[in-house]
C-alpha cells in the first residue's frame, strides 16, 4: 500500500491531508499526519481574550476522511530511505511526504528571556491570559510593531496601558503606507503608545530596558517579532529563503517524494512576489500539495499552486479592523465594516468537522472570494 505521511498539523497539514483522501478516493493509499498535538490551533485566533477557544480537535477533521492521526513529534526525516522518525524512535516509511510543519516565533535573546510572552502557541497564548487574569491596572510592553503586535496591543489596550516597541520608525514597517494612517488613527484613539526605533534589550519583573538604556515598567513582555520556518526544513535538501523556508516548483515539490506546504514552503505568486507566512496562503498551500501528493502516486495530472489576491485584514481591538487588497494595500475598509470581514474571515479558516463529505468537498481547489462589508 502507498503511504503519504503529512508532518504538522496546522492549517496547511491538515488541508493536506483532507485534499489528498479527496483525491484518493476509493484508491489503496494510506494517509497519515503526524502531530504531538491532539487539536489543531486556530493560530491567526491566539491574540484574542480566549486562545484556548481556538482549536478544533484533529480527529474530527481526519478520522472521517479516513487518515489517520499519529501523535507523536517528528525527530528525523530520512528522504533517500523515505522514512520519517520520531522522538519515540517509531518509524514510519512513506511514499510522499508533505512537510507542513509551519514557523515558530524568534525567541530573544537578551537577559530576563525566560521572563517574555508570546502568542506564537496556545500555551503561549494561554500562559499570557493567566498572567493577566483578572488584573485591569497592567501595563504590556510588546514588542513588534507588525500584523501579531498590532492585534496583540489593541486587544490588550481595552484593559491596561500598552507600550508598542518596533526597530523600525513607523508601525506596521512590512504593511506599508496603505493602512498605516488607520493604524496609527487607532493606536491613538486607543491610547497605545509608540517607542519607535527601539528594542526591547533587558527583561526583569515588571520592568523591561530599551535600547538606549532606559527602564520602563512591564508587567508583561510579549514578543511578537520575527519567524522562522521550523527546524525540520534543514533536514530535507534543497534551497531555502531567508526565513528558512524551501523553495518549491509550481506543483510545491521539493524534490523527488518531497512537498512542502504552509510556513515551511516559499511558493512563488509571481515575477515580484513569495507567499507571506499566513493561514491565508497555508490553506491553499496545503490542498495543493495534498492534492498533489496523491496524484503523483495515481499517475493523474499534478496542479499548479494558484491563490486567490492577496487581502490583509488587521484586528484593532476596539478601533475595529483594516481590510485591505492587493500587494499595494489598497484600503477597502477600517472600523466596523473591517471588523466585519475579520469576523467572515476567521469563521471561513474553521474547517468543517464530522461530516466526510463536508470536509472533502471544503478541500477542493477553489478561490475564496472575500466579500466587500456592505456584502455581508
Given at each position: 500500500?502507498?503511504?503519504?505521511?503529512?508532518?504538522?498539523?496546522?492549517?496547511?497539514?491538515?488541508w493536506?491531508?483532507?485534499?489528498?483522501?479527496?483525491?484518493?478516493?476509493?484508491?489503496?493509499?494510506?494517509?497519515?499526519?503526524?502531530?504531538?498535538?491532539?487539536?489543531?490551533?486556530?493560530?491567526p485566533?491566539?491574540?484574542?481574550?480566549?486562545?484556548?477557544?481556538?482549536v478544533?480537535?484533529?480527529?474530527?477533521v481526519?478520522?472521517?476522511?479516513?487518515?489517520?492521526?499519529?501523535?507523536?513529534?517528528?525527530?528525523?526525516?530520512?528522504?533517500?530511505?523515505?522514512q520519517?522518525?520520531?522522538?519515540?524512535?517509531?518509524?514510519?516509511?512513506?511514499?510522499?511526504?508533505?512537510?507542513?510543519?509551519?514557523?515558530?516565533?524568534?525567541?530573544?535573546e537578551?537577559?530576563?528571556a525566560?521572563?517574555?510572552?508570546?502568542?506564537?502557541?496556545?500555551?503561549g497564548?494561554?500562559a499570557?491570559?493567566?498572567?493577566?487574569?483578572?488584573?485591569?491596572?497592567?501595563?504590556?510592553?510588546?514588542v513588534?510593531?507588525?500584523?501579531?503586535?498590532?492585534?496583540?496591543?489593541?486587544?490588550?489596550?481595552?484593559?491596561?496601558?500598552?507600550?508598542?516597541?518596533?526597530?523600525?520608525?513607523v508601525?506596521?514597517?512590512?504593511?506599508?503606507?496603505?493602512?498605516?494612517?488607520?493604524i496609527?488613527?487607532?493606536?491613538?484613539r486607543?491610547?497605545?503608545?509608540r517607542?519607535?526605533?527601539?528594542?526591547?534589550?533587558?527583561?526583569?519583573?515588571?520592568?523591561?530596558?530599551?535600547?538606549?538604556?532606559t527602564?520602563?515598567?512591564?508587567?508583561?513582555?510579549?514578543?511578537?517579532?520575527?519567524?522562522?520556518?521550523?527546524?525540520?526544513?534543514?533536514?530535507?535538501?534543497?534551497?531555502?529563503?531567508?526565513?528558512?523556508?524551501?523553495?518549491?516548483?509550481?506543483?510545491?515539490?521539493?524534490?523527488?517524494?518531497?512537498?512542502?506546504?504552509g510556513?515551511t514552503?516559499a511558493a512563488?505568486?509571481?515575477?515580484?512576489?513569495v507567499?507571506?507566512?499566513?493561514?491565508?496562503?497555508?490553506?491553499?498551500?496545503?490542498?495543493?500539495?495534498?492534492?498533489?501528493?496523491a496524484?503523483?502516486?495515481?499517475?493523474?495530472?499534478?496542479?499548479?499552486?494558484?491563490?486567490?489576491?492577496?487581502?490583509?485584514?488587521?484586528?484593532?481591538?476596539?478601533?475595529?479592523?483594516?481590510?485591505?487588497?492587493?500587494?499595494?494595500?489598497?484600503?477597502?475598509?477600517?472600523?466596523?465594516?473591517?471588523?466585519?470581514?475579520?469576523?467572515?474571515i476567521?469563521?471561513?479558516?474553521?474547517?468543517?468537522?464530522?461530516?466526510?463529505?463536508?470536509?472533502l468537498?471544503?478541500?477542493?481547489y477553489?478561490?475564496?472570494?472575500?466579500?466587500?462589508?456592505?456584502?455581508?
Amino acid at each position: 500500500m502507498n503511504h503519504i505521511v503529512i508532518v504538522g498539523g496546522g492549517f496547511a497539514g491538515v488541508w493536506s491531508a483532507a485534499s489528498a483522501a479527496r483525491v484518493r478516493g476509493d484508491a489503496d493509499i494510506r494517509i497519515t499526519l503526524v502531530s504531538p498535538h491532539t487539536d489543531m490551533v486556530l493560530r491567526p485566533r491566539l491574540y484574542e481574550a480566549e486562545p484556548e477557544r481556538a482549536v478544533v480537535p484533529l480527529k474530527r477533521v481526519l478520522e472521517p476522511v479516513g487518515a489517520e492521526h499519529v501523535q507523536a513529534t517528528v525527530a528525523e526525516i530520512d528522504t533517500t530511505g523515505r522514512q520519517v522518525v520520531t522522538s519515540d524512535g517509531d518509524v514510519l516509511t512513506y511514499d510522499r511526504l508533505v512537510l507542513a510543519t509551519g514557523s515558530q516565533l524568534i525567541r530573544p535573546e537578551v537577559p530576563g528571556a525566560d521572563l517574555v510572552f508570546d502568542v506564537d502557541t496556545l500555551a503561549g497564548a494561554v500562559a499570557l491570559k493567566e498572567h493577566l487574569r483578572d488584573r485591569t491596572d497592567f501595563t504590556a510592553v510588546v514588542v513588534g510593531a507588525g500584523f501579531t503586535g498590532l492585534e496583540v496591543s489593541t486587544e490588550l489596550a481595552a484593559r491596561g496601558r500598552v507600550i508598542l516597541v518596533d526597530r523600525n520608525p513607523v508601525v506596521g514597517p512590512e504593511l506599508g503606507e496603505g493602512p498605516r494612517p488607520a493604524i496609527e488613527a487607532a493606536l491613538d484613539r486607543l491610547g497605545v503608545e509608540r517607542r519607535l526605533g527601539t528594542t526591547v534589550t533587558a527583561v526583569k519583573e515588571g520592568s523591561a530596558q530599551l535600547a538606549d538604556g532606559t527602564w520602563t515598567e512591564a508587567d508583561a513582555v510579549i514578543w511578537t517579532a520575527g519567524l522562522r520556518a521550523s527546524p525540520l526544513t534543514a533536514q530535507i535538501e534543497g534551497s531555502r529563503d531567508r526565513f528558512g523556508r524551501l523553495e518549491v516548483d509550481a506543483q510545491l515539490r521539493v524534490s523527488g517524494a518531497v512537498f512542502a506546504a504552509g510556513d515551511t514552503a516559499a511558493a512563488r505568486l509571481d515575477a515580484e512576489h513569495v507567499t507571506v507566512q499566513s493561514c491565508q496562503y497555508a490553506v491553499p498551500l496545503g490542498k495543493t500539495a495534498g492534492h498533489n501528493a496523491a496524484a503523483d502516486l495515481l499517475g493523474l495530472p499534478l496542479i499548479d499552486f494558484a491563490p486567490g489576491p492577496y487581502v490583509t485584514d488587521i484586528d484593532l481591538g476596539g478601533a475595529g479592523a483594516v481590510f485591505t487588497r492587493g500587494w499595494d494595500r489598497e484600503v477597502e475598509s477600517t472600523g466596523a465594516d473591517g471588523k466585519l470581514v475579520k469576523k467572515w474571515i476567521m469563521e471561513k479558516i474553521e474547517p468543517p468537522v464530522d461530516d466526510a463529505q463536508e470536509i472533502l468537498n471544503a478541500a477542493a481547489y477553489v478561490h475564496v472570494v472575500i466579500p466587500a462589508a456592505h456584502e455581508l
